[in-house]
């Protein structure tokens, strides 16, 4: 987060924030502190796209303008041993997220294979957080969800999909675990709206108008992605040169993990806009996995095997002028270690957007700035 006037603020005192923020208006206790949690937990990673920074627009205004439900009805609407069709009722996504990944852990833990899949349920957040917890308990864990369409399929420029991401998470004997964790386009929303907030333009191959031509216009992109007038590239980027129909092919089997098996909303279901122009729910559709790996092989072995992977992966020739080679849930442990002491970056408009909050809601606490 590049800024001249940033804070630090440290992790355990903006989780209260936000959980005491999520309780002041409405939301039980326990769903507050899910929703707190997840969000730190982001920036904890340097995923600052999916933390705290969304804690006012992307929940906070949805339960303020009527579109998101401050408690949750988390309702098992169809079970069997391994597998649960979970409805939200539009209540906090990272709860029910949470609670949805957990029975897919247990499942896993008595028969080796767990899967549950949730329909009307929220923006859940960093979808990492869900596939940690397999692997706090030495599993494989994986999550997909869809979102609201910003993705135009190869040759096309209308959104239809979400960034879509599905997300892994794998033991190792190493200090992180392996973690690919991103959305199925080029770049994400959530980006978009941190250069949005930095007030950067967007680089070439990341957002399309209805010409087919690359726009960098930051601000305006993030309204036109909701009117159907610009759209993300799908991995690979535009056209099959690079490959764009595999990320578009990622994308479209994500939006059929996340609606199709919970008969979720999907793709224009999720525009969050009426015709009249007036916000409405977003609806969404998740999936979670869960495997256990001692069902397999021994999880030391398992373990071991993985990180030797990873070890050669990263000994391998480099590139001229590289420095090193990476592999997936690096960067975010590395930046872990650097924040740790430190807490959540703050930039300006994030300060402006936390003051709002407490103004609002009336809350007593002091904040660093």
Same mark, same amino acid.
């Given at each position: 987060?590049?800024?001249?006037?940033?804070?630090?603020?440290?992790?355990?005192?903006?989780?209260?924030?936000?959980?005491?923020?999520?309780?002041?208006?409405g939301?039980?206790?326990e769903?507050?502190?899910?929703?707190?949690?997840?969000l730190?937990?982001a920036?904890k990673?340097?995923?600052?796209?999916?933390?705290?920074?969304?804690?006012?627009?992307?929940y906070?205004?949805?339960?303020?303008?009527?579109t998101?439900?401050?408690? @949750?009805?988390?309702?098992? #609407?169809?079970? =069997?041993?391994?597998? %649960?069709?979970i409805?939200?009722?539009n *209540?906090? $996504?990272?709860?029910?997220?949470?609670?949805?990944?957990?029975?897919?852990?247990?499942?896993?833990?008595?028969?080796?294979?767990?899967?549950?899949?949730?329909?009307?349920?929220?923006?859940?957040?960093?979808?990492?957080?869900?596939?940690?917890?397999?692997?706090?308990r030495?599993?494989?864990g994986?999550?997909?969800?869809?979102?609201?369409p910003?993705?135009?399929?190869?040759?096309?420029?209308?959104?239809?999909?979400?960034?879509?991401?599905?997300?892994?998470?794998?033991?190792?004997?190493?200090?992180?675990?392996?973690?690919?964790?991103?959305?199925?386009?080029?770049t994400?929303?959530?980006?978009?709206?941190?250069y949005?907030?930095?007030?950067?333009?967007?680089?070439?191959?990341w957002?399309?108008?209805?010409?087919?031509?690359?726009?960098?216009? @930051?601000?305006?992109?993030? #309204?036109?992605? =909701?009117?159907?007038? %610009?759209?993300?590239?799908?991995?690979? *980027?535009? $056209?099959?040169?690079?490959?764009?129909?595999?990320?578009?092919?990622?994308t479209?089997?994500?939006?059929?993990?996340?609606?199709?098996?919970?008969?979720?909303?999907?793709?224009?279901?999720?525009?969050g806009?009426?015709?009249?122009?007036?916000?409405?729910?977003?609806?969404?559709?998740?999936?979670?996995?869960a495997?256990?790996?001692?069902?397999?092989?021994?999880?030391?072995?398992?373990?071991?095997?993985?990180?030797?992977i990873?070890?050669?992966?990263?000994?391998?020739?480099?590139?001229?002028?590289a420095?090193?080679i990476?592999?997936?849930?690096?960067?975010?442990?590395?930046?872990?270690?650097f924040?740790k002491?430190?807490?959540?970056p703050?930039?300006?408009p994030?300060?402006?957007?936390?003051?709002e909050?407490?103004?609002?809601?009336?809350?007593?606490?002091?904040?660093?700035?």
């Amino acid at each position: 987060m590049a800024d001249q006037n940033i804070t630090w603020w440290a992790f355990d005192e903006v989780e209260a924030f936000m959980k005491d923020g999520f309780v002041a208006i409405g939301v039980p206790p326990e769903e507050a502190a899910v929703c707190a949690d997840v969000l730190v937990s982001a920036d904890k990673r340097g995923v600052d796209s999916h933390g705290v920074g969304r804690f006012k627009p992307i929940y906070l205004d949805r339960i303020w303008n009527g579109t998101l439900n401050t408690k @949750t009805r988390f309702e098992v #609407v169809r079970e =069997t041993p391994t597998t %649960a069709v979970i409805d939200g009722h539009n *209540g906090m $996504g990272h709860y029910i997220a949470k609670r949805a990944m957990q029975m897919a852990i247990e499942k896993a833990d008595k028969y080796g294979l767990g899967m549950t899949v949730c329909r009307n349920s929220t923006h859940y957040g960093a979808a990492f957080y869900y596939s940690m917890m397999a692997v706090e308990r030495g599993m494989i864990g994986m999550t997909t969800t869809n979102a609201r369409p910003s993705i135009a399929p190869t040759w096309g420029v209308e959104p239809m999909l979400g960034t879509n991401p599905m997300t892994w998470g794998m033991p190792t004997d190493e200090a992180f675990p392996y973690m690919p964790d991103y959305a199925t386009s080029v770049t994400q929303r959530g980006k978009i709206e941190l250069y949005g907030r930095l007030d950067k333009e967007l680089p070439d191959g990341w957002v399309i108008g209805q010409d087919g031509k690359y726009r960098h216009d @930051t601000k305006q992109v993030l #309204v036109d992605l =909701t009117k159907d007038k %610009a759209a993300l590239t799908p991995l690979g *980027g535009l $056209g099959e040169n690079l490959g764009g129909y595999k990320g578009y092919g990622n994308t479209l089997t994500v939006e059929i993990l996340s609606s199709c098996l919970s008969q979720a909303n999907f793709m224009k279901a999720l525009m969050g806009m009426s015709p009249e122009g007036k916000p409405t729910s977003i609806e969404l559709g998740h999936s979670f996995l869960a495997v256990k790996i001692e069902n397999f092989v021994e999880l030391d072995a398992f373990k071991k095997q993985i990180g030797e992977i990873l070890r050669q992966m990263r000994a391998s020739r480099k590139a001229p002028g590289a420095e090193r080679i990476y592999t997936p849930g690096e960067k975010e442990y590395e930046t872990w270690l650097f924040r740790k002491d430190k807490g959540v970056p703050f930039n300006e408009p994030l300060k402006n957007a936390f003051r709002e909050v407490k103004q609002r809601l009336g809350m007593p606490h002091e904040l660093p700035f």
